[in-house]
């Protein structure tokens, strides 16, 4: 849902997409990356969701990204749900944009979107011949509020957020990154082995499965809705209903 997301993004904004698809639950195969970059010419960007949270799959990138430093394209991940709960190496896997939110593995208020562009992607943004639609995420604009020295104003930040997540960021450096990302593996095989127990299995395949985000349907036979609010009134334990395709037979676990 998200990875289609991103392609209503980009023609929103007036852009061609050309959409690499999977079944939901199963990641983007590199292989089917290279086939359409080699099908369809020069492509600006590539841009993929890493932490798929409406079907719990996993998406490796490094590959994808190798793919993209060949065909001079730039490279964009969504790492909303990833970013705290599983590495996210930017700079080591070559990532040009990436961003994520406060309010998922980083467990703070939602509210801000951290945010990077390689230099790159800001040579590219430099360069445009024309201002980009949009005031908000004039990346050209941030950067002058961004850089030292100019600080040109560009929006008031919203200061209250940045304390939360300053708090959030400390909690995360205190428990420290490789214990945050054992936590969440730990606890997903925990659950994986419970739902095995029960005769479910999780959504995407193994292997490609997200540590802190656990997609499982239930059997045709029981209304999914049911489930839930069973759980959540029995248990105290509330979980979200399947989304897209996938709504009224699946839940995830965060
Ligand atoms: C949650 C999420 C978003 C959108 O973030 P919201 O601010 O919660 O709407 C985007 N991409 C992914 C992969 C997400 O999980």
Redo the contacts with the bound molecule.
Sequence with gaps: M?GT?LATIVERCGGKAIRVEAPWGQIIEPETIEAALRRSGPVKAVAI?H???STGAWQPLESIARLCRNHDTLFIV?A??SLGGAPVEIDRWGIDVCYS?T??CLSCP?GLSPFTLSDRALAVIKARRTPCQSWYLDMALIADYWAEGTRAYHHTAPISMLYALREALRLVEEEGLPARFARHQLNSDALIAGLTELGLSPLPPIGHRLPMLTCVSVPSHIPEADVRTNLLSTYGIEIGGGLGPLKGRSGASV
């Design positions: 998200f997301r969701v932490a798929e949270t969504d909303v749900t939110g309010q998922k939602p």
